[in-house]
Every structure is written in structure tokens, then in C-alpha cells.
């Protein structure tokens, strides 16, 4: 079902960059397959787009299958499992790993070249980088059908910024082709990638502009209703550092972390102005309503209910600023893991089951397992610890597992 079985909402999965943390979308995807909610809609930027291009290129019975093929690919290299968890010796792990992946590269992914750009006064934009994407667009043609995805039985966006023009991108099946070349252009960030040449023009990793794309599914349907998943790889609130290593994470974080929350609060406040003009507009007279400036602003009014259900991957575990790029299989299992569970602690929360309808603005839900904050389409907002939070969702998850 791509609709909110609920609300009647068509689904939109909104999946951010952020390399070997996009384990957490796969956790997050299956948990909210096996609750039945099918996106219709898949927008993805970075390792995004690779899991979204997987979603919408395969049935949905077969879309977990494929995502834990390329997971357990791409997490084959480096199998050991820290001997410890704490915040000192878990790093060693992270750096370990992280540096045999810079060194070696990663299995269906991308390959280190053994003559480096640096020494080459030009080198041809295919090779303008530190590793070979080339394995890349052999996984994608495995484990993507391309012909289903152009078929356009799930709407794709993925995002790419032109290297030459600066501008932002998205290439959406219901607008052209896609190709492998077009995932592989919103993942290529440089320098470790290269840019990936289509059509004429050369694209980088969309990432560099805006990390998630969920500005882009705002701007582009405004007439259906839809429930928005977005799920954030990086979040925007962290702890103050108190050391070097932890102080280069918390720059990424903020670097990387997406605009969500702003692009909703715009969205929220569009709305409320739709609002009292649609009450001002009830208040001109009859005889002046078949003005064109009336009809314009009349139309102006016209909005689609809109939900966004957030997930945010608050989870701490390697204390690193290489952990986008740590892809052991412990940590892939990891993160999977923790998506799982703050999607089913998410879908199991109280808010969401009496969730409604918007009837004017934008509705909020912030429900992960650490938080959980309900914005109203009225601004009302409520916030709950993550004890309410953990009890709640225990309860809703036992008793729709025992229906």
C-alpha cells in the first residue's frame, strides 16, 4: 500500500546521504514495510539514492532481500567486532576500520587507483579522483531493474550538483530516463569519487548542496496529500566535544545534518499565512470575487495536508568522524539495527497511532527512540522524555504484534 492506510496520505520516503550510516535507512525502510507502509515516492541523495534506486527498482517483496545483499556486500571486507564498546576504546575500531577501507577500498563500491591524480597536470574528468566507481555501476545493474524503475511504478528522485554550473539537480523518473550513471552522480563525492558524466555534463554528490531531499518533494507535489519519511543520517543537536576526535564528528554533524526541521517550519508558516488569507478572502464582497487578483489569490490558497514523520539517527557509537566511511559488518548491523528499532518505536508511539489528518499546516512527528515531539498543524507542541516514550512504544508494538 503506497497510501497512509490511516489518512489516505501517499507515502514519500526521503532517505539523506551519509555513506556507511545509510545501514540505519535500510532498518528504518523494513520496519516500515513490514508495517505496511509501501512509499510511492522515493527521493534519496548520496548512499540515499543507492537505497532508493534498490527500493524503487524492485518489488516489494523483494525490496529488503536486495537492500541486506548490498549491505552484506559492501560490509565484507572488515568482519572482526570490537572487543570493546566504550567511548575509549570503540574509536580504535572505528580508525582501524575506516583506514583499511581508505586503503583498500570496498567490495562492490569503489576501488583505490594505483596512480594518483594528485601527480597529473590533467586528468580526464572520469579519473578525477582517489578511488574507481566503476564497481559501483556493476552493483547497481545487479540489483536495480532499471526497466521497473522507468516503468515508474515507484516515483525516484535523486540529487546531483552540476560541477560546472554550481546548481542543484534531481533527475526523476517521471521526467527522463534513469540510468545507472544518474544514482551513481548523486553519490560521487569528491575528491574520493569522481564526477559522473551525463549527457554532456559532469555531476557531483548532491550532498554538497543539500543533504536531503525533501525541499524538493515539498516544491514539487502540491496538490495530493502526502506523509513524508524523512530519515536523517547526521542530527543536528549533539553534545558539546571535549575532545579533538569528538569535535571533528560534532563539525560533520552540523555540516552534513539536514535542513528538515527548517524546510517544515517554512512549510508550516506558508501554511498558517494560507490560512488567514483564505479567512480574508471569505470577507470580500460577492460582486468583486470574479476579479483576476481575487482568482489568483484564491488559487494561492489551495494547499495538500501534509505529514512529516521524522527519524533522525541519534545513536552514538563510534565517536568518529570517520563512521561514514566505517563499513565493518559490526557497525552495518549496527546501524540496521538502531533503524529497526526507532522506526518500530516511531510507529508504535501513541501520537502517531491517534495521528489525523492535517486540516490546514504541516503535522510533525519527532518520535525517536531518545525523543519524541509532536508539532501541530496549529504550532501546538508537545515533547515527551524517552522513558514515556520507550513504555509507550513497547505497549503499541506488543499489542499489534499480538493482533
Known amino acids: 500500500m503506497t497510501t497512509d492506510p490511516k489518512t489516505g496520505q501517499e507515502i514519500v520516503l526521503v532517505l539523506q546521504g551519509g555513506g556507511a550510516l545509510g545501514a540505519y535507512q535500510a532498518g528504518i525502510y523494513e520496519a516500515l514495510s513490514l508495517a505496511n507502509f509501501e512509499p510511492g515516492w522515493v527521493g534519496g541523495i548520496s548512499i540515499g539514492g543507492i537505497n532508493a534506486a534498490i527500493i524503487a527498482g524492485n518489488p516489494p517483496e523483494r525490496r529488503v532481500d536486495r537492500l541486506k545483499e548490498f549491505w552484506e556486500q559492501v560490509s565484507s571486507t572488515f568482519l572482526w ?12 575500531f572505528t580508525t582501524i576500520s575506516s583506514t583499511w577501507v581508505a586503503a583498500f577500498g570496498i567490495p562492490g563500491f569503489f576501488t583505490p587507483r594505483f596512480l594518483s591524480p594528485l601527480f597529473s597536470s590533467a586528468t580526464p574528468p572520469d579519473e578525477l ?24 511504478q515507484t516515483r525516484l528522485s535523486v540529487g546531483a550538483v552540476n560541477v560546472q554550473t554550481g546548481n542543484f539537480t534531481y533527475f526523476d523518473n517521471t521526467r527522463q530516463k534513469i540510468r545507472p550513471e544518474h544514482i551513481m552522480a548523486s553519490a560521487a563525492l569528491p575528491p574520493g569519487f569522481p564526477p559522473i558524466g551525463i549527457e554532456g555534463e559532469y555531476y557531483w554528490d548532491g550532498g554538497l548542496v543539500s543533504n536531503t531531499p525533501i525541499q524538493h518533494v515539498l516544491d514539487q507535489e502540491t496538490k495530493r496529500d502526502l506523509l513524508i519519511c524523512p530519515v536523517d543520517l547526521f542530527s543536528a543537536r549533539g553534545d558539546m566535544p571535549t575532545t579533538m576526535m569528538a569535535a571533528a564528528e560534532r563539525e560533520k554533524d552540523i555540516r552534513y545534518s539536514s535542513r528538515t526541521r527548517m524546510n517544515t517550519d517554512v512549510s508550516l508558516k506558508e501554511h498558517q499565512v494560507k490560512t488567514a488569507l483564505r479567512t480574508l478572502l471569505d470577507k470580500v464582497p460577492k460582486d468583486l470575487r470574479g476579479l483576476p487578483e481575487y482568482r489568483e489569490l484564491e488559487a494561492f490558497t489551495k494547499e495538500n495536508a501534509v505529514t512529516v514523520c521524522h527519524f533522525i539517527n541519534r545513536r552514538r557509537r563510534s565517536h568518529s568522524n570517520a563512521k561514514d566511511y566505517e563499513f ?25 497511532i491517534r495521528r489525523r489528518l492535517p486540516k490546514h499546516g504541516v503535522a510533525v512527528f519527532d518520535l525517536g527512540i531518545d525523543r519524541a515531539t509532536y508539532i501541530g498543524a496549529d504550532g501546538s507542541l508537545e515533547v515527551h522524555d524517552s522513558e514515556r516514550v520507550r513504555k509507550a512504544a513497547d505497549n503499541e508494538i506488543t499489542a499489534r504484534r499480538s493482533r
Open 81 to 92: 567486532k570490537p572487543l570493546f564498546g566504550g567511548d575509549t576504546e570503540r574509536p580504535v
Open 328 to 352: 565493518s559488518r559490526a557497525s552495518m548491523l549496527e546501524h540496521w539495527t538502531a533503524g529497526r528499532e526507532d522506526a518500530d518505536a516511531s510507529l508504535g508511539h501513541k501520537e502517531w
Open 129 to 152: 579522483s582517489y578511488y574507481s566507481t566503476l564497481p559501483l555501476r556493476l552493483t547497481l545493474e545487479r540489483l536495480v531493474d532499471f526497466d521497473r524503475i522507468n516503468a515508474r
